[in-house]
């Protein structure tokens, strides 16, 4: 008798308790999903329609509907946040529409550059599964190994629902956490968010969700006029993870704990730490410029938004401190996705970025900063940091500033 994998009872079943072995009508329903599961994979090494119908269900009934106050809030708050933004930055408005999200709305509207980032790395753990299947077992599986790439990509898309599920209660609009995830050129806000993170800061909510609109408004601004930065960043994202490696023994151990007639094992089963990044040059050095890269783009936003506000916000200080460290540390959700994907979308060098560009407008002005811009060789490096003021006085050739429409 040739190798037979063993099913993983318990899974495939979003929002849901597993099923209980020794109950017929619940396993029968088990098997009818998990059928339905092995029958339509989906494309690539994630099942990307599980993973959203898993961070979908995560979110349950915690996911109010966006009212007409709301909306008609958000599109305010926006509206002006611009026109705060005009004396402070050289690039004009990049908002095309502005937009109220629920929680779902994220989920739903930020799935395709989600997919595009997670799809390389997930590729490696679910090849890794296959390759635990001994060898000479493989040619006894014929068309049943592909079942475990299957339930490889059910496996990830399942978990990496639930990252995106706790994500997207935490985001406060598309451009959160420092990546082009929405549509290009719309400003969406997460009304729900931002009322709970308001009340934890014990700050008004209209300040809070005007701070969070000039936040989203400055990105909206880089992304759509500065035509390489998407490109730039999501590249730098991409070239990072090309170089984690997945750790076969984190993956031999996981599969290893997964008793069949155990439902709970596979609910308890973790793919956190499966991922490590190899210790190479060429790896450090996509670290390095990733981590330069949102620094560099979230140093900016947090300079461009000071400068915005100024004295018209009377809790601009506090809330300035408090969104600094929020993106330093990460929150909860972003913890759990990095160590699912063995991926860190913190700015670590953010506070040197943010003095780094307010040396800039020191000595060049707004339209002399904003003109780095225009290439990615003007921007400053890593080393830059070092010594902002040095940087700044330097004498570039910042080419034709016509580039940008300064």
């Known amino acids: 008798m040739g190798y037979v994998p063993d099913i993983p009872f318990g899974f495939a079943l ?220 999501l590249t730098a994202v991409e070239t990072y993870a090309a170089g984690i490696t997945v750790n076969r023994e984190a993956v031999e151990e996981a599969m290893g704990r997964i008793d069949p007639t155990n439902p709970e094992s596979m609910q308890a089963m973790a793919l956190e730490g499966i991922f490590t990044p190899e210790d190479s040059p060429a790896q450090k050095a996509a670290l390095a410029r990733l981590e330069t890269a949102l620094a560099l783009v979230e140093g900016w936003v947090c300079h461009v938004v000071d400068q915005a506000a100024g004295d018209r916000l009377p809790n601009v200080v506090r809330l300035g401190e408090a969104f600094r460290r929020r993106r330093a540390a990460g929150g909860p959700a972003e913890q759990t996705f990095a160590a699912l994907v063995g991926l860190e979308l913190r700015p670590r060098r953010l506070r040197e970025a943010a003095a780094l560009w307010a040396a800039l407008t020191e000595h060049r002005g707004t339209a002399g900063r904003d003109a780095l811009w225009g290439h990615p060789d003007l921007l400053p490096s890593e080393e830059d940091f070092a010594d902002p003021q040095t940087f700044a006085r330097s004498q570039l050739d910042l080419g034709d500033l016509g580039e940008l429409g300064l």
């Open 14 to 233: 979003p929002g849901a308790q597993p099923p209980d072995p020794n109950d017929p009508q619940q396993m029968q329903q088990f098997m009818a999903q998990l059928q339905q599961l092995l029958a339509s994979p989906g494309s690539g090494p994630v099942n990307w329609d599980l993973a959203r119908q898993v961070a979908v269900s995560q979110l349950g009934a915690a996911d109010p509907a966006v009212n007409i106050y709301e909306r008609n809030e958000v599109d305010e708050a926006l509206r002006l946040a611009d026109l705060w933004l005009e004396p402070a930055a050289a690039l004009p408005s990049g908002i095309r529409t502005s937009v109220a999200w629920t929680r779902n709305e994220w989920i739903y509207n930020t799935l395709d550059v989600w997919r595009k980032l997670c799809d390389p790395v997930a590729g490696r753990m679910v090849a890794a599964m296959g390759d635990l299947v001994p060898p000479e077992a493989r040619a006894q599986l014929g068309p049943m190994q592909s079942m475990v790439t299957t339930l490889g990509g059910a496996l990830f898309g399942g978990q990496l629902g639930q990252a995106l599920g706790s994500l997207a209660a935490e985001v406060l609009s598309a451009g959160d956490i420092g990546l082009p995830l929405g549509p290009a050129g719309t400003a969406a806000l997460v009304p729900t968010n931002i009322k709970e993170y308001g009340e934890g800061l014990e700050l008004p909510l209209d300040e809070v969700r005007l701070y969070v609109a000039l936040r989203e408004a400055a990105h909206q601004r880089l992304f759509q006029h500065v035509p390489w930065l998407r490109g730039h960043v």
